[in-house]
């Protein structure tokens, strides 16, 4: 779990090295829309990931679920990137590794910040139409129709391919991976692997067009309350408690018939 993993004080950074290899909730659903369009219009399906060397397991989760590639991007250099910075290295890392594909799923967001950001934003350094919170998908020619449902409104919209798609938690429930296909995944698949020279990044040219985010301060937010426990015939207990609090529950009742009476007017 992210909130289980420990901060970097000086980068203001979660220390994802640290981390149990394990794929992001929500890009489990955009894997099984991938394999669910491959068995009925046919594709070729390549899983990329950026973070440390632990997050190979991730691709391999994605091989043992049906994808036919994985690709990790892996360098020191690149630690530490914000929404900004990821976007424009994952483009990179799709214009240099499957250059013409044909249609992009991510997940909606991810585990550790929900921003939403790294799908549109990515769209945007492809310069390719999207659309957030796909719950269902079809091809016909070099059309896709996107369903969804935003607002409490259903939409469905139409974009020419190549498009970029971040697919919706509530539809494309993840299939689990066979025994044969880990079995695969970790004993014969190679995955690529793309530092920052691969993608041509530079030193120079991460510290002047890299992570727009600032972190001034990061702590950890002690908890205010306490445990009390009264104990005795409950007679005596509900005495005690209300000896204790009655006046604080007064004070909360009271506010909440005030907000009442507010709204009504």
Same mark, same amino acid.
């Given at each position: 779990?992210?909130?289980?993993?420990?901060?970097?004080?000086?980068?203001?950074?979660?220390?994802?090295?640290?981390?149990?290899?394990m794929?992001?909730?929500?890009?489990?659903?955009?894997?099984?829309?991938? $394999?669910?369009?491959? %068995?009925?219009?046919?594709?070729?399906?390549?899983?990329?990931t950026?973070?440390?060397?632990? &997050?190979?397991?991730?691709?391999?989760?994605?091989?043992?679920?049906?994808?036919?590639?994985a #690709?990790?991007?892996?360098?020191?250099?690149?630690?530490? +990137?914000?929404?900004?910075?990821?976007?424009?290295?994952?483009?990179? /890392?799709?214009?240099?590794?499957?250059?013409?594909?044909? $249609?992009?799923?991510?997940?909606?967001?991810?585990?550790? +910040?929900?921003?939403?950001?790294?799908?549109?934003?990515?769209?945007?350094?492809?310069? #390719?139409?999207?659309?957030?919170?796909a719950?269902?998908?079809?091809?016909?020619g070099?059309?896709?129709?996107?369903?969804?449902?935003?607002?409490?409104?259903? %939409?469905?919209?139409?974009?020419?391919?190549?498009a970029?798609?971040? #697919?919706?938690?509530?539809?494309?429930?993840?299939?689990? /991976?066979?025994?044969?296909?880990?079995?695969?995944?970790?004993?014969?698949?190679?995955?690529?692997?793309?530092?920052?020279?691969?993608?041509?990044?530079? /030193?120079?040219?991460? %510290?002047?067009?890299? +992570?727009?985010?600032?972190v001034?301060? #990061?702590?950890?937010?002690?908890?205010?309350?306490?445990?009390?426990?009264?104990?005795?015939?409950?007679?005596?207990?509900? &005495?005690?408690?209300?000896?204790?609090?009655?006046?604080?529950?007064?004070?909360?009742?009271?506010?909440?018939?005030?907000?009442?009476?507010?709204?009504?007017?």
């Amino acid at each position: 779990m992210v909130t289980e993993l420990p901060w970097d004080e000086e980068t203001g950074t979660l220390r994802r090295d640290l981390a149990a290899g394990m794929m992001n909730p929500a890009c489990k659903h955009a894997m099984e829309a991938a $394999l669910q369009l491959r %068995e009925k219009y046919g594709a070729s399906i390549t899983a990329i990931t950026m973070g440390p060397p632990a &997050a190979e397991e991730v691709l391999r989760e994605a091989l043992a679920m049906g994808a036919d590639r994985a #690709v990790l991007i892996c360098d020191a250099l690149l630690a530490g +990137s914000d929404t900004y910075a990821t976007s424009s290295i994952l483009a990179r /890392a799709i214009q240099k590794e499957i250059p013409g594909c044909d $249609l992009i799923l991510c997940g909606a967001y991810t585990s550790d +910040s929900e921003t939403a950001q790294v799908g549109p934003q990515l769209a945007e350094e492809l310069q #390719v139409p999207s659309a957030a919170y796909a719950e269902h998908l079809e091809i016909s020619g070099r059309t896709l129709r996107v369903r969804r449902l935003v607002d409490n409104f259903r %939409e469905t919209l139409e974009m020419e391919c190549p498009a970029l798609i971040t #697919v919706s938690m509530e539809r494309y429930d993840p299939r689990y /991976a066979s025994f044969a296909g880990l079995n695969d995944a970790f004993a014969q698949t190679e995955i690529s692997v793309l530092n920052a020279e691969a993608l041509g990044i530079t /030193a120079a040219e991460r %510290e002047a067009y890299g +992570s727009r985010t600032r972190v001034r301060r #990061v702590f950890v937010r002690s908890a205010q309350k306490r445990n009390v426990v009264i104990t005795g015939a409950a007679a005596n207990a509900a &005495a005690e408690f209300l000896d204790k609090y009655q006046r604080k529950i007064s004070a909360v009742i009271g506010k909440s018939i005030e907000t009442k009476k507010q709204a009504q007017t």
